[in-house]
């Protein structure tokens, strides 16, 4: 499968819609290699979906009021590489808007993301994540 710019954003519509379930079950791939980069609560890299979601996801919902939305502004496409800037919406129950600004750059294979390296602001995450 040839990778194109249009698959992408199909890809990242459901993260558009707040399906960030949808998301990881339909495009990424079980042994995904998901590295967060910077020094904040979140950041390492992750071996597998099921790792990401346990150590990353749940602890981001859990600081969330309602769903996590993106706003995609580029998308670029290099090969089976896609690099996506966007834009996080949501409120954490701390009360404070969660508006962060996100690039990921996501290599495919076969459709599903077999690697992700993660770039975003440290600072509100830290601020966010709920212990």
């Known amino acids: 499968m040839r990778l194109t710019k249009k698959y992408v954003a199909e890809v990242f519509s459901l993260l558009e819609k707040g399906d960030l379930d949808g998301y990881f079950e339909r495009y990424v791939d079980p042994d995904v290699k998901w590295t967060i980069t910077g020094s904040n609560v979140l950041s ?5 979906r099921k790792d990401f979601i346990d150590k990353v996801i749940v602890k981001l919902k859990a600081s969330l009021s ?24 949501a409120t954490a129950k701390k009360g404070h808007p969660y508006n962060n600004q996100y690039v ?28």
Do not use: C, P
């Open 66 to 89: 309602g769903d996590i939305r993106m706003i995609i502004h580029q998308i670029y496409v290099d090969g089976n590489t896609a690099i996506v800037e966007m834009e996080a919406v």
């Open 104 to 131: 990921w750059i996501q290599t495919f294979r076969d459709g599903k993301v077999i690697t992700s390296r993660v770039y975003y602001d440290d600072v509100l995450v830290n601020r966010t994540i709920t212990y």
């Open 44 to 48: 390492g890299t992750y071996t597998s």
